[in-house]
């Protein structure tokens, strides 16, 4: 009998803004993430990934504005206590790295902060593309400035 548990599985979601790679076990979702090259897709894939394409898909047609799935995160302790902060950050809200580094009771993590941050998983799902430099410019996101850019005018941020 085959462990299908453990078994990861990957689809692909076109987004407005690129390719969405969506990765997860039967239970889980394991990483979110842009893509800019060919995903190569699973067979039979586990209903939590639909949810999950389901999700982004209500989110990018303004039918939703948080996120009611399963994740599984790998990381250190203090990534994992970042992206728990981060997924507090209602829509349409930012906050600058040096509030995340306060809001964990770490204020000189500010660095720190932008490095997990950047190491998030999880794109949109856990909105790293809510936090912004202190003096308010856009800095620092994974899958480009314009995709940042675009997500928070998406959530109605029009001053970026």
Known sequence: MTDTKNSLYVISY???????????TDEYITAVHFKDNQVILSNNVPEILKRCARQLDEYFNHQRRDFDLPLKLKGSEFQLLVWKELQRI??????????????INNPRAVRAVGGANHA????????CHRVIGADGRL????????RKKWLLEHEGLTQI
């Open 139 to 146: 800095v620092g996101y994974g899958g480009g400035l314009w």
């Open 14 to 24: 076109h987004s407005p803004i690129g390719t969405i790679e969506i990765c997860g």
């Open 120 to 127: 998030n998983p999880i794109v949109i799902i856990i909105p």
């Open 90 to 103: 209602p829509f349409g809200i930012t906050q600058s790295y040096s509030e995340i580094a306060r809001l």
